[in-house]
């Protein structure tokens, strides 16, 4: 039974600048009237076997990756952004399924990325990417719009042309989509159809050590940046089927974020100060600035215990001060950012040399020169 050292995450996602909601049934699409570019990727990630190390590096440095973004317009626009995630190589997900499942479809909730890569874990199998690439490439609904960035990343260390599935007919199938097939190859052996696949592709080739050592630069902004990024979790209004659960992953990657430190938990305050971060299928405040839901349309059972005995002009106020207040915390964390950012200028070599060849030094340079192609500016 093959084993794999290599499973990545978008987390990529990376790119971040989203707020597409992507829909219960498991599609995502542009907002009706919407004239925002989009972005779309969707990440295959090979857990085979042990993925410790990139697996590591994925949860360090998913926020920095979308923070990357965080200034990306295209005809003066910040895009949205949806994400689709897979899990290949697992002997439990079924010979029968090519051993792949989806475990995201296209969507903007950052938290649920999150979520997902910290519930990962690892089991032996075979590598179908040839497979895996159809399944994302038939099953998500990828934009029409030929301006949109649309790719997709595959990870894994085996040989890529394992499996029933031809991934030379896959990336074709992909290309002529407009779909980029990116691949990454984290064995130290050489294996040259991981390089072609991505050629067939129009996508880039990348090889990544999952065993080095993410280093994350401390600064003494950190701690209130993290803490005001915490308070900002109670201006979140939950609502509706989804409110309860939606609050509690939110909390949840908080401290998942946490664990792995002061600065991790900086940057993750980052992307919520931010466009990337949208809430808008739980949260009533997104949802009434950035999903056009009318709060006086809301049932009141859907509504939180505090807001039903408020009269409609009190539920508006309510929501429009939570707003506020969130605004408010969002321009204390991008100031602090100035600062911070000015700190780690002087140590900029310094960490690009230590993060050199990991996840999201490889990614990061792969999203922007294709995005830049489809006439994004950073």
């Not at 689709?84 to 997900?93: D, F």
């Not at 997709?152 to 990336?171: H, K, L, M, W």
Request: proline letters at 2%; one cysteine or more.
């Amino acid at each position: 039974m093959r084993r794999s050292h290599c499973v990545w995450v978008l987390s990529v996602l990376l790119l971040g600048l989203g707020s597409a909601r992507a829909e219960e049934s498991g599609a995502a699409a542009k907002p009706p009237g919407s004239e925002r570019p989009l972005v779309q990727l969707a990440l295959l990630l090979d857990t085979s076997g042990s993925m410790g190390g990139m697996l590591q590096q994925a949860k360090t440095q998913l926020w920095s990756i979308v923070n990357e973004f965080v200034t990306a317009k295209r005809d003066g626009q910040r895009p949205a952004l949806q994400v689709a995630l897979y899990r290949y190589g697992t002997p439990s997900l079924g010979a029968e399924n090519g051993f792949i499942k989806q475990l995201l479809p296209l969507t903007d909730d950052l938290d649920k990325v999150s979520d997902e890569l910290f519930r990962l874990t690892s089991d032996g199998g075979d590598e179908y990417c040839g497979w895996a690439i159809k399944c994302a490439t038939n099953d998500l609904a990828w934009s029409q719009n030929s301006k949109d960035y649309k790719a997709i990343f595959i990870a894994g260390n085996e040989t890529f042309a394992q499996g029933p599935v031809d991934y030379r007919e896959s990336c074709k199938a992909a290309v002529t989509k407009g779909i980029i097939v990116n691949t990454i190859h984290c064995s130290g052996a050489e294996d040259t159809y991981w390089q072609e696949a991505a050629s067939l592709a129009d996508g880039r080739f990348m090889h990544l050590d999952q065993n080095r050592q993410v280093v994350e630069i401390q600064t003494p902004q950190d701690a209130e940046i993290g803490k005001l990024g915490v308070e900002m979790n109670k201006t979140y209004v939950a609502y509706g089927a989804r409110g309860k659960a939606g609050a509690e992953t939110q909390a949840k990657q908080e401290a998942n974020s946490a664990s792995l430190g002061a600065a991790n938990l900086a940057t993750r305050a980052l992307s919520k100060a931010n466009a990337q971060y949208v809430n808008s299928g739980w949260d009533l405040v997104d949802a009434t600035q950035k999903a056009n839901v009318k709060l006086e349309e809301v049932k009141e059972e859907d509504l939180p215990a505090e807001m039903r005995k408020m009269t409609g002009d009190e539920r508006k106020a309510f929501v429009a001060t939570k707003q506020k207040e969130r605004e408010t915390i969002q321009a204390k964390i991008n100031e602090l950012v100035k600062q911070r950012d000015t700190f780690i200028a002087a140590e900029t070599k310094k960490q690009a040399e230590a993060n050199k060849d990991t996840l999201g030094d490889q990614v990061r340079a792969a999203v922007r020169a294709q995005a830049e192609k489809k006439e994004f500016s950073f």
